[in-house]
């Protein structure tokens, strides 16, 4: 079983910077993409950046040039950096993840709990 665990989420104020980590455990043989989405209330999840294996990413439009997102595969680990942030950006952050769990298995995407980051005054 595997399981991701998000960490680092709170109150920043306007301006201010955050960072978000998520490590996944349990049974990994290989992890395709790690990253990020979030969810506003009254809003549709959306993609905040992924890492694909070879440490390249891609990012929502929205945070471009804000965020920087980055993995460490020897910790399994995906983190997000968030600067300049603005209230718009208060959201629950969820880490997900594309694991294969056994030799020729199928890739499964995971998701974390979440972790609320809240950009306010």
């Known amino acids: 079983q595997v399981q991701l665990v998000e960490s680092g989420g709170g109150l920043v104020q306007p301006g201010g910077s955050l960072s978000l980590s998520c490590a996944a455990s349990?049974?990994?043989?290989?992890?395709?993409?790690m990253g990020w989405f979030r969810e506003a209330p009254g809003k549709q999840r959306e993609l905040v950046a992924v890492?694909?294996?070879?440490?390249?990413?891609k990012y929502g439009d929205s945070v471009k040039g804000r965020f920087t997102s980055s993995r460490d595969d020897a910790k399994n680990t995906v983190y997000l950096q968030m600067n300049n942030l603005g209230p718009e950006d208060t959201a629950v952050y969820y880490c997900?993840?594309?694991?294969?769990?056994?030799?020729?298995?199928?890739?499964?995407?995971?998701w974390g709990q979440g972790t609320q980051v809240t950009v306010s005054s």
């Open positions: 997900h993840s594309q694991i294969r769990s056994d030799f020729g298995g199928a890739w499964v995407t995971h």
């Open positions: 349990g049974r990994i043989i290989n992890i395709a993409i």
């Open positions: 890492v694909y294996k070879d440490g390249s990413a």
